[in-house]
């Protein structure tokens, strides 16, 4: 089993891009999240899924899209990417909302 | 108000020694979970530990147990018989219920270093 695997490990992004983050779990869970980690902030979530199809902001969603389509996939996009989302960018995923949450390795996202 | 604190930015044990890692939150739910993440070097975040807001005994696992005082909003790490390898950050973290919107929160984190 691969877990919680993302895609790409790093990017650099110009202001104004856009690119979406890809998120894939081996493990059938339902849940699946977004987070970023900014130095000092420990993590923040931006976006989670319930379910196939569904989704829900976290605490800060501005500036981001998410999709669920299918449900080992969690898709993060970023429309026109500004400097303050350089962040590393972590995908999650668990069994139920009260169980542990799995993570990926992290993206390493540079917006110049 | 911080949903998360965490006091300690960072903090010294001595090999074989056990340490306690602060954790105070903030939470209006009567239904809520308490978690530990432990993040070494290479960045990857590792589950340690959960306790449930009705669970009346503190949960342990291994050397890692949460000392749960609800009252005082305090879900503080400890971790017995330190190993070199505890050298990392770790992270406490809260999902609160659905009352409050089904959010996770992440504390700011300690920096554990072991001393051999």
């Known amino acids: 089993n691969a877990g919680v695997t993302q895609t790409p490990k790093f990017r650099v992004l110009k202001t104004g891009q856009s690119m979406t983050l890809l998120c894939a779990q081996d493990m059938n869970h339902e849940y699946m999240y977004w987070y970023r980690q900014d130095p000092g902030m420990g993590l923040r979530l931006i976006h989670y899924s319930v379910g196939e199809g569904t989704t829900a902001k976290g605490e800060v969603p501005d500036g981001y899209n998410v999709s669920r389509l299918k449900k080992q996939n969690f898709l993060l996009g970023l429309e026109s990417a500004a400097p303050s989302q350089t962040s590393v960018y972590f995908c999650?995923?668990?069994?139920?909302?009260?169980?542990?949450?799995?993570f990926g390795p992290g993206t390493r996202l540079t917006v110049l | 108000a911080q949903k998360i604190t965490q006091t300690q930015p960072g903090m010294f044990v001595q090999e074989k020694e056990a340490v306690t890692l602060d954790c105070t939150y903030d939470t209006s739910d009567q239904s809520y979970g308490l978690f530990w993440y432990k993040q070494p070097s290479s960045g990857e975040m590792i589950f340690l530990i959960y306790?449930?807001?009705?669970?009346?005994q503190n949960a342990t696992e291994g050397r890692y147990s949460l000392n749960f005082q609800k009252a005082r909003k305090s879900a503080n790490l400890v971790i017995s018989a330190s190993q070199l390898g505890d050298s990392a950050m770790y992270f406490c973290?809260?999902?609160?219920?659905?009352?409050?919107?089904?959010?996770?929160?992440f504390g700011t984190g300690t920096s554990l270093t072991v001393i051999p």
């Open positions: 999650a995923s668990s069994y139920s909302f009260v169980g542990e949450q799995f």
């Open positions: 973290a809260m999902r609160e219920g659905i009352h409050t919107g089904n959010q996770f929160y």
């Open positions: 306790q449930g807001s009705y669970d009346e």
